[in-house]
């Protein structure tokens, strides 16, 4: 890479297939993005796809892909099982390999839906870096949430100072005690091509392979990084055509109505008191598929989502609208008569308006932000008493696509509303593709932020920062793949299933 191109924030990324669920990320990533350059496509089955037109061809083997000069990144976008193939692939041949080290390779991105079979050697020791993508934590209400509830734990207190939240600093969680998640598909999950568990033919893509890794990642970070401990599933089958075998994953995992309930690892305050550990539920749902339909629309285009999270201090909501974040106190404020005309004044905060400051943090729940530029800004308080710093942490790069304006509301039963207003947002990208750019998709949105902070995991030198807020490490995905398969167990079962043995409770 260039000095001049990684100065300016690009990343260098090739292509590597068009599955049809991540159709939608390919698109948004072929649209003109000035932080991610596709340098080029390869594909195992040969080059038939139009939507790859005007890419450059890369040939030769995967092996050969790895080599090509001034790559960040490579974006595996195949099917879950050809994923596996190729992952695996490296690992058998390593040793070959090793002979032609490469100094500093690109990381390759495994982009969902992705196979829950991989072991943590082969991850960690196919030889270049692997990661998994969260498109999830790029969801502005979630990010927005995510980096409060961070901050608040930060051990240093300069550090909350630089790095400090946009949401009110007196918007307390405390302890966790529950997460609860909703998503609803507007439209119907639609029987795809690829298979799941690297197991031959044709399943329906359910909505725990599609979704459930997301969510399951969402639930670690918004706890504080509390692992699911064990899990029960409840999930309805669409498509009994599928096979004859009771037992195969593909009977259990291509639903359209899915109830998931587990027990979160008890926290040290649990244990200290004999308080009981808290609890997570998951409700996936979508469309009844229609009969005989010949409709071609994605089911990722589009979805809500709604997250409640209570604590021992307060209660944090996420609407599906995806634009508003609520938190209600669990004891009254005794500031609240003071503070009321204030906030009912709307005062907007602004993310993305002043200096840059280099920033390193520790691990929090699990996750790194590494060495980043964050935004810094101050604004006066309407009939205020003084002046707040305002930035997000995940803001880590300059984009074109403007962060958000938050409006602190209060409302009644003690309840205060940020509202994220999205009307700075450039659109242009999304009209491209989206039949009503007025209310893009919120998957769309959140592959774009994410595409727009993965520039600044690249320095100068092409050495990569740490990229643990947008990527799973392998660490971290045997985590969420004991609890799909688990999940998995549990649905067969109908019974709970202890997510780390695999065996009924």
């Known amino acids: 890479m260039s000095l001049s191109s990684t100065l300016s924030g690009v990343a260098n990324t090739v292509l590597c297939g068009t599955s049809s669920v991540t159709a939608v990320f390919v698109k948004s990533a072929l649209l003109p993005n000035q932080n991610v350059k596709i340098s080029g496509f390869w594909n195992d089955s040969g080059f038939t796809d139009n939507e790859i037109n005007g890419l450059r061809r890369v040939g030769g083997s995967f092996e050969d892909v790895l080599k090509e000069p001034d ?132 399943m329906g893509g359910g909505l725990i392979n599609l979704y459930g890794a997301g969510l399951i990642d969402l639930a670690f970070i918004l706890t504080g990084g509390l692992k699911l401990t064990s899990v029960n599933c409840v999930s309805r089958v669409f498509d009994w055509k599928l096979t004859g075998d009771p037992s195969c994953i593909r009977r259990t995992s291509a639903e359209d109505y899915v109830v998931i309930t587990g027990e979160l690892e008890p926290n040290e305050c649990d244990a200290y008191f004999g308080a009981g550990a808290s609890v ?11 009969l005989n339909s010949i409709d071609g629309s994605d089911p990722l285009e589009d979805f809500r989502l709604n997250i409640e999270l209570v ?49 390193k943090n520790k691990s929090v729940n699990g996750l790194q932000n590494g060495d980043s530029n964050s935004f810094v800004n101050q604004f006066s308080l309407v009939n205020g ?11 880590v790069w300059p984009s074109t696509h403007s962060n958000p304006l938050v409006s602190i509301t209060a409302v009644s039963h003690n309840t205060e509303v940020a509202t994220l207003s999205t009307k700075t947002f450039n659109l242009d990208s999304e009209s491209k593709t989206d039949s009503n750019p007025a209310h893009p998709h919120p998957l769309r949105l959140a592959w774009s932020h994410w595409l727009s902070h993965l520039a600044s995991c690249v320095q100068p030198d092409r050495t990569k920062l740490n990229m643990d807020t947008l990527l799973a490490t392998p660490e971290h995905w045997i985590y969420v793949q004991q609890v799909l398969t688990a999940l998995e167990k549990s649905a067969r079962l109908r019974s709970w299933v202890d997510v780390v043995t695999g065996e009924r409770v």
Not at 385 to 395: F, L, M, V, Y
């Open 71 to 202: 790559c960040d990144f490579i974006f595996l976008c195949h099917s879950p099982q050809v994923q596996f193939k190729l992952i695996r692939s490296l690992y058998l041949h390593r040793n070959t390999a090793n002979s032609n080290k490469i100094s500093k390779p690109p990381v390759v991105v495994l982009i969902p839906p992705v196979s829950p079979c991989y072991d943590l050697d082969t991850l960690l020791y196919c030889g270049p870096p692997v990661r998994i993508a969260m498109p999830l934590r790029k969801l502005f209400p979630v990010s927005l949430l995510a980096n409060h509830l961070k901050q608040s734990c930060v051990e240093k207190p300069l550090d909350s100072v630089r790095n400090a939240s946009s949401l009110p600093p007196h918007w307390s969680l405390g302890v966790p005690r529950s997460f609860h998640a909703r998503l609803s598909v507007t439209s119907s999950v639609k029987p795809g091509s690829y298979s799941w568990l690297c197991e031959p033919g044709v």
């Open 385 to 395: 008493s003084g002046n707040a710093n305002q930035c997000d942490s995940d803001n």
């Open 311 to 359: 604590g021992s201090s307060g209660r944090f909501v996420i609407s599906e609208q995806g634009n508003q974040i609520s938190w209600t106190p669990i004891k009254p404020l005794y500031s609240r008569a003071g503070t009321t005309e204030m906030l009912n004044n709307a005062t907007t905060v602004s993310e993305n308006e002043s200096l840059s400051l280099a920033v």
């Open 280 to 290: 997570a539920v998951f409700c996936l749902s979508s469309e009844l598929p229609p």
